[in-house]
């Protein structure tokens, strides 16, 4: 009996190894993989991996990069949702690729808002800086496309784009002045038809100030009528 229950404790410990030495094999293989960018092969690993340890928070990482890779946004969105339910160490990655993918439907806000919440996480976060800028392009909020360009190189002032980024945030200061004197064109013309339409309403009240007066001056005056008891 106590052989028998030896056996069964040797067996159960050797399932056990054999579970957690299958999982880092999995995570590991599938990690490396990733890091090789073979995203196709990354994928079954790295799913089996997430099968067995859904703790993991890097597993939802990559396997959210992968899919964006492979051309699957939605399904992007949806694990990189799940790992942030249980992101610490990476939660600012989590945002900012969520915004990578939104960004690629073309869903602009949504993806500004992913990069307020990476750089709320990290705000040293540079590419979010970058990223958030392009959306802010599309949004055609130019001011804060020009913020996020400036901090962006300034935290990464060796950046080999900074002479494109510098051309850019000069036609955009532009393109801000271009709104504004178009604003204040607009409100100029508003105000000068306002200004022609009160002009036509005051000749109307002149039209009425003369027409009170011919009716006063027409109307005689109340006759007192008598009310007998």
């Given at each position: ?63 959210g990069i ?36 939104f960004f ?12 307020n919440d ?112």
């Amino acid at each position: 009996m106590q052989m028998m229950k030896r056996l069964i404790l040797a067996g159960f410990l050797l399932l056990s190894c054999a579970a957690v030495f299958g999982v880092s094999a999995f995570f590991d293989k599938g990690e490396a993989l990733f890091v090789q960018n073979k995203p196709q092969d990354a994928q079954p690993l790295l799913e089996s991996a997430l099968n067995e340890d859904p703790s993991n928070e890097k597993i939802y990482l990559y396997l959210g990069i992968i899919y964006q890779q492979l051309g699957d946004a939605q399904k992007a969105i949806d694990i990189l949702k799940r790992g942030l339910s249980i992101a610490s160490t990476y939660k600012d990655l989590f945002y900012y690729n969520m915004g990578n993918d939104f960004f690629s439907r073309k869903e602009f806000a949504f993806a500004e808002e992913m990069y307020n919440d990476a750089l709320a996480a990290n705000k040293d976060l540079s590419k979010a800086y970058l990223n958030r800028a392009q959306a802010r392009l599309q949004l055609q909020n130019y001011s804060g496309a020009v913020a996020d360009y400036t901090l962006f190189l300034q935290l990464v002032p060796q950046d080999p784009q900074r002479p494109s980024i510098e051309k850019l945030i000069a036609l955009l200061r532009q393109a801000q002045d271009d709104q504004e004197k178009a604003r204040q064109a607009a409100l100029a013309k508003q105000q000068a038809l306002m200004n022609e339409v009160l002009n036509s309403l005051n000749n109307a009240g002149e039209d009425t100030k003369n027409l009170s007066v011919d009716s006063i001056k027409g109307r005689t005056d109340p006759v007192d009528v008598d009310i007998k008891d």
